[in-house]
């Protein structure tokens, strides 16, 4: 067989016995057909007759693999995709989560579109990530990735916060809400949707800042090119603890007069998809679109 591919990694859901049920049927699969197979170590357990010089840290299976294989839900493909990105490493995913906008295999029957894929059908897209940094006092604390979006808020429900908003260090607005949603296209389907921001489609260069709650109806969505660098300065007028959130996963902390600097990373997700795949398919599924009318 002729492929792309000659080593894969096997990420998975911990402790779901679907996704363990996958993920054994997914090693079986490609041992069989010659691939030399990694594992990542937290699922190892998971699947029997495991050679334990098969098992690995993330970091290193994003390191030494051609093709990483997520068994989950988004949720498990952006933690993957966080490290994944700092690879030049092709990325699919076997949906055993909720809404599946990011892992397109059918766990039930990934087997015929997996070899499609492997012999190198495939539809490759390139997703921008995130880099998130805080400073204090003008010194970096702390950063992170995020593949979704970055979220400014505080760390209780429903409590207002005050910040100002620069573009390319041009101030664009001053709000008082309940934080601020900055979403790639990736993310504008997922947190950034929730809270009425727009869905952008993922070839564009884009990002969107929706505002969470705003004390004002003035208040909208706002999408900027995403080579522009977007800074939010905390009032120190804050009282409460606040923090800016990666993708829900990573938090990191925040003190009143804190800024948050977010901008295009210069890592970018290489995502791959089967030949039939469709964004707008995708889209019409998750979201109960119409069909057509004729």
Known sequence: MTTPFKTIGLIGKPNHEGAALTLQRLYTFLQALGYTVLVEQRVGAQISNVDNNSLTELVELGNQCDLAIVVGGDGNMLGAARVLARFDVA?????RGNLGFLTDLDPEGFEASLEEVLRGEFIAESRFLLEVEVYRHAE??????AVNEAVLHADKVAHMIEFEAFINDEFVFSQRSDGLIVSTPTGSTAYSLSGGGPILTPQ???????????HTLSSRPLVVDANNEIRLKLSLENTDSLQVSCDSHVVLALLPGDEVVIKKANKKLRLIHPKSYSYYNVLRQ?????????
């Open 91 to 95: 990325v699919i995913g076997v949906n």
């Open 140 to 145: 970096l604390k702390s950063a992170n990735l």
């Open 286 to 294: 998750k979201l109960n679109w119409g069909s057509r009318l004729y």
């Open 204 to 214: 564009l260069n884009a990002m969107s800042l929706v505002p969470m709650f705003p």
